[in-house]
């Protein structure tokens, strides 16, 4: 029996092709895409505005012109290095961990508080610039700010306790160092955990 012709084979020239996926699959590979692609402009721009920040001449603060005994401008800049990949991970559900690993960050680099303020500022911005598009950024802000939750504000008392703010005051009702039951929450053991560890890290998520 003869073959046909290869101009009359209609499998011949032809590429085997994977169906596409479905529209729903295709927007959540875009959107996790264009989210991992904002990591490295969230973290520039985070140390880029603490550069900035300890750049600005203030009185009584420290400056490229004025240093404290135990501090430095340089101490501002490492540290903002490392802050800024550290902010970066902020999302909602995940702002005070993005706060700690922030100063945890900031300290294995200087051994004085440098960005605790900034840190605090700038994790719901950065959590709020990976929320859908279709609102203005103070508006997911604002979002972010009312969606925080008890494990956010655990994981920013334990970054405060581990910046050790100068001027640090006390208060009868939450205060930052008499919560006996916050690490043990944050760091998810069986049993509450002494105060003695609140300065140790928690195992690394």
């Known amino acids: 029996m003869a073959r046909p012709a290869a101009h009359d084979d209609p499998r011949r020239g032809r590429r085997h092709r994977r169906p596409s996926p479905r529209p729903a699959a295709r927007r959540r590979r875009r959107r996790a895409s264009g989210m991992n692609r904002a990591g490295p402009a969230l973290a520039l721009a985070a140390t880029l505005a603490c550069v900035l920040e300890a750049g600005a001449e203030k009185v009584g603060n420290v400056t490229p012109t004025h240093a404290f005994p135990d501090m430095r401008f340089s101490d501002f800049v490492g540290s903002a290095a490392v802050l800024g990949p550290a902010i970066a991970q902020a999302r909602p559900g995940r702002v005070g961990w993005a706060i700690f690993k922030a100063v945890a960050a900031a300290r294995r680099v200087v051994p004085t508080n440098t960005h605790l303020g900034v840190a605090l500022l700038?994790?719901?911005?950065?959590?709020?610039w990976r929320v859908r598009r279709g609102?203005?950024?103070r508006t997911r802000v604002a979002r972010v700010l009312a969606g925080l939750g008890r494990d956010d504000a655990r994981w920013a008392y334990r970054a405060i306790r581990l910046a050790r703010p100068g001027g640090l005051g006390e208060s009868a009702a939450a205060d930052v160092r008499s919560t006996r039951w916050a690490a043990a929450s944050v760091c998810s053991t069986p049993s509450p955990t002494p105060?003695?560890?609140?300065?140790?890290?928690?195992p690394t998520r």
């Open 122 to 128: 700038l994790a719901p911005i950065a959590a709020a």
């Open 135 to 137: 609102q203005t950024l």
């Open 195 to 202: 105060i003695s560890k609140w300065s140790r890290p928690c």
